[in-house]
T-cell receptor, first 115, second 111 residues
Framework: NAGVTQTPKFQVLKTGQSMTLQCAQD?????MSWYRQDPGMGLRLIHY???????DQGEVPNGYNVSRSTTEDFPLRLLSAAPSQTSVYFC??????????????FGSGTRLTVV | QKEVEQDPGPLSVPEGAIVSLNCTYS??????FMWYRQYSRKGPELLMY????GNKEDGRFTAQVDKSSKYISLFIRDSQPSDSATYLC???????????FGKGNQVVVIP
């Protein structure tokens, strides 16, 4: 049982380049989300999805795109990387329970540096 | 004002001491309260989960929720060096999967 798998673990990009951060879960969870974590800022929600084909914006969506074609996968695309997007990115999933969820399962993170 | 406030200041305690962490929040709709533990260069992992007000105990860990004061706490008894990590509080309203996180509190337990 792998849980939530993120690839790559590390990445260095040049300003203006694009890339996709991969996230896959094998728990059949409906809800998936992407966060970025910066020193002193905590975890900030970028985008989330409540099921295949349904996505929505979080707190800091600018510069990022997502899609959800399957239950298992939720990739995050950086359209034109900027130094401000240097961060640690976490993918998380949870199942939907009536009235709320118990908690998320997080991936191990992708450390992205934009130079 | 952020929805969830958590003092991120590092906390150093000697081994065996009680660690006390807390968060305050402003959204009265929050019903689910969680504490996550994050080791260095790892993803957060769920540590404690409570619904509405009250206390919950799990081994050396106790979570408390006071909805009237919009205040939640996490206590770690008999702290161990392996408890050295960042602790994040998180909460969500009834029927909503989106979590609001605190900034996290770094704890160092000194042997």
């Amino acid at each position: 049982n792998a849980g939530v798998t993120q690839t790559p673990k590390f990445q260095v990009l040049k300003t203006g380049q694009s890339m996709t951060l991969q996230c896959a879960q094998d728990m059949n969870h409906e809800y998936m989300s992407w966060y970025r974590q910066d020193p002193g800022m905590g975890l900030r929600l970028i985008h989330y999805s409540v099921g295949a084909g349904i996505t929505d914006q979080g707190e800091v969506p600018n510069g990022y795109n997502v899609s959800r074609s399957t239950t298992e996968d939720f990739p995050l695309r950086l359209l034109s990387a900027a130094p401000s997007q240097t961060s640690v990115y976490f993918c998380a999933s949870s199942y939907t329970k009536t009235g709320g969820q118990i908690g998320y399962t997080f991936g191990s993170g992708t450390r992205l540096t934009v130079v | 004002q952020k929805e969830v406030e958590q003092d991120p200041g590092p906390l150093s305690v000697p081994e065996g001491a009680i660690v006390s962490l807390n968060c305050t929040y402003s959204n009265s709709a929050f019903q689910y309260f969680m504490w996550y533990r994050q080791y260095s260069r790892k993803g957060p992992e769920l540590l404690m989960y409570t619904y509405s007000s009250g206390n919950k105990e799990d081994g050396r860990f106790t979570a408390q929720v006071d909805k009237s004061s919009k205040y939640i706490s996490l206590f770690i008894r008999d702290s161990q060096p392996s408890d050295s990590a960042t602790y994040l509080c998180a909460m969500s309203p009834y029927g909503n999967n989106r979590l609001a996180f605190g900034k996290g509190n770094q704890v160092v337990v000194i042997p």
